[in-house]
């Protein structure tokens, strides 16, 4: 200690070495921190994948029902007025007719 005294110079090669071991020690925690967040964003992922599926999934099921659905309507509505729907369809030809004219 007298030494330091007289020369004003403190040894630093502690001080530094336990600064870069705390160093370390910070990135080393950070680099697990960061390493559980990619892990959790990950499995995030693959539920949303999932989640996305499942909607697909459901919405073609529903327009597959709604046009199963739309479908039948049609023919009970035909099969109930089957002069009305004659008259339609030839009312229909006649403008596609008059169109390609």
Do not use: C, W
């Amino acid at each position: 200690m007298a030494d330091e005294k007289s020369t004003g110079k403190r040894t630093l090669g502690v001080v530094e070495a336990a600064d870069s071991i705390s160093q370390e020690v910070r990135a080393a925690e950070a680099e697990a921190s960061i390493n559980e967040q990619i892990d959790a964003l990950k499995s995030e992922i693959s539920r949303l994948k999932e989640s996305a599926g499942l909607i697909a999934e459901g919405t073609g099921q529903l327009a597959v029902a709604k046009a199963e659905s739309l479908r039948e309507d049609l023919r009970q509505t035909i099969q109930a007025n089957p002069l009305a729907t004659l008259a339609g369809a030839a009312f229909i030809g006649y403008l596609f007719g008059l169109r390609h004219r």
